[in-house]
């Protein structure tokens, strides 16, 4: 791959799209230890396109929501090409409600389209799962730190994105709709989806600069292995300056850190 | 009342409107009086947020907040610029909510109403910030709020700020209910995208008008995705209430009613 600064826009968003890239399942895999994964959210169902769990960061105990798409045809169609439905951010509420209750910090691992698009979905309600997951992460009381791993896709990854540090793999993308559904509503012509992908500013970059994420991975001219260390160390680091935050400042400055956006 | 309305024409003579979904014609006076129902079938037009104030608070008691508060180009978006300015000059607003005080019923409370005139009702920052100092503002003054939501979704023109408007609001909201106040949300056609999927949906008490379209994704996105056929009713008020989703589905003539009986309940 080419140096940072020459990837266009659009590329960036087919590296994040690849499905050679690594999604929350591997960084579980490669990060965190004694991983015991949790099922179902107590109410309808289990969503295998989130994948939540407890182990061990460094020797300390986490509690980990991860988006993920699966490797094989078989396991995609399981897992609905990560695209979690009601049923799957209900369990990530309950998983993180779990880690408050024994202090646990949180990790979320985001990467998908966006929230699965259906009529089963809009039925149980897909609205009110993602409209309660960011009411209530606004006040869970152990720090929550979000990585974008791969497409960061609208109200379906914000919710898992409320949090104290939001940190971004180099060519992950995070933006408001897909370039395709953005060219294709704004100028008739979801071809142009590479120009619409410039103008949502939706590189890591971008979210940088515009002070929406906190830290930034590398990627070019690192291996698969560097770049989980490097962000294994970023999170470990985040999560111990978090936890010398008392719970009213912590919560303040997650309150804070979304409130300056766009005032 | 400023009369615009999304699903009428109005007539060369402007006084008669032909009803969209009936096909026949009223005169304006007679809709007016009639809640913005058509009198032939019953179906209910879109309303102004000036006009559901009108019906909704009591006389003479709505203060206006944040009224010139007006969004910028954050992602310097192309064309943007452009489409605000034709979208302030057709709906005459600066932005696509109003917010504000008013009585409702005697009891003081905390208004916002989204306006469909506005880019649909988009979500863009200046509508994000006005609905969370409303909040703020609310959360200080210990008063309830009631928010009426029309909205498109996103406003793609705004990119990610669009997007984290969800998280700033829905920090707002939470902030109020932990004080312990009263959150009403009043849920009309259409509410859908990210507004359905943070504060249309974090009211205490969820309301919806008859019929009024309600949802996340949109229902021909799903069509095409899944090519699945969507069942009769599907994503409407009675939908939701089916499944689970709402509390109330109120008729807009006795909405100001039940809402002023819900206020008087919760009055400390
Ligand atoms: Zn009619």
Not at chain 2, 125 to 130: H, I, M
């Amino acid at each position: 791959m080419a140096t940072s600064e020459k990837i266009s826009a659009y590329e960036r968003v087919q590296a994040a799209r690849s499905s050679a890239r690594p999604m929350g399942g591997h960084y579980i895999k490669h990060m965190i230890d004694n991983f015991i994964e949790f099922h179902g959210d107590r109410r309808f169902g289990d969503d295998a396109a989130i994948i939540g769990g407890i182990g061990f960061l460094n020797q300390k105990p986490v509690t980990v929501i991860a988006m993920e798409r699966g490797n094989t045809i078989e396991e995609r169609m399981k897992r609905k090409f990560g695209c979690p439905a009601p049923e799957g951010y209900r369990k990530a509420l309950r998983l993180m409600k779990e880690a408050e209750k024994f202090k646990r910090p949180i990790i979320c691992f985001i990467g998908s389209s966006g929230a699965y698009c259906g009529i089963d979905a809009e039925k149980r309600g897909q609205g009110e799962a993602i409209a309660e997951n960011l009411f209530e992460m606004m006040g869970i009381k152990t720090p929550i730190i979000s990585v974008i791993v791969g497409e960061g896709g609208s109200g379906g990854a914000l919710a898992l994105g409320i949090c104290d540090t939001a940190i971004m793999l180099e060519n992950s993308v995070y933006s408001v709709i897909s370039p395709e559904g953005c060219a294709s509503i704004i100028w008739k012509d979801s071809s142009k989806a590479p120009e619409a992908a410039e103008a949502l500013k939706l590189t890591s970059h971008d979210l940088y600069d515009f002070g929406v994420i906190e830290k930034i991975i590398v990627e070019s001219d690192r291996t698969t292995e560097e770049i989980c260390s490097d962000l294994k160390s970023a999170i470990i680091s985040e999560i111990f300056s978090k936890e010398k935050m008392s719970e009213e400042e912590l919560l303040s400055a997650r309150y804070e850190k979304f409130r300056k956006i766009g005032a | 009342m400023k009369g615009i309305f999304d699903f009428l024409k109005i007539g060369a003579d402007k006084t008669e409107v032909l009803c969209k979904k009936c096909g026949k014609e009223t005169s304006r006076a007679k809709l007016e009086e009639n809640y913005m129902i058509c009198p032939e079938c019953g179906a209910y037009l879109r309303m102004g947020a000036y006009e559901r104030l009108e019906m909704i608070t009591d006389k003479d008691t709505f203060e206006e907040s944040d009224k010139d508060l007006k969004g910028g180009d954050p992602i310097n978006f192309p064309g943007y610029d452009k489409k605000l300015d034709e979208a302030r000059k057709n709906s005459g607003l600066p932005e696509g909510v109003v917010c504000g005080t008013a009585e409702i019923g005697g009891i003081k409370c905390a208004l916002f109403v989204m306006d469909s005139k506005f880019m649909m009702g988009s979500m863009g920052s200046a509508v994000g910030e006005k609905i969370t100092r409303l909040f703020e503002n609310a959360t200080k003054q210990k008063l309830p709020v009631v928010g009426f939501t029309t909205s498109g979704g996103a406003r793609m023109q705004e990119g990610i700020f669009s997007l984290m408007q969800m998280a700033k609001v829905s920090g707002a909201v939470k902030r109020h209910s932990d004080g312990g106040n009263l959150y009403i949300t009043v849920l009309t056609d259409p509410t859908t995208g990210g507004v359905t999927a943070s504060f249309a949906m974090q009211g205490d008490i969820i309301i919806a008008e008859p019929g009024a379209l309600i949802g996340f994704a949109g229902a021909r996105v799903i069509e095409q995705t899944t090519g699945e056929k969507l069942p009769a009713g599907f994503q409407r008020s009675e939908f939701l209430l089916e499944h689970g989703f709402v509390d109330i589905i109120e008729e807009r003539r006795r909405l100001k009613y039940t809402i002023a009986n819900i206020l008087a309940i919760h009055k400390k």
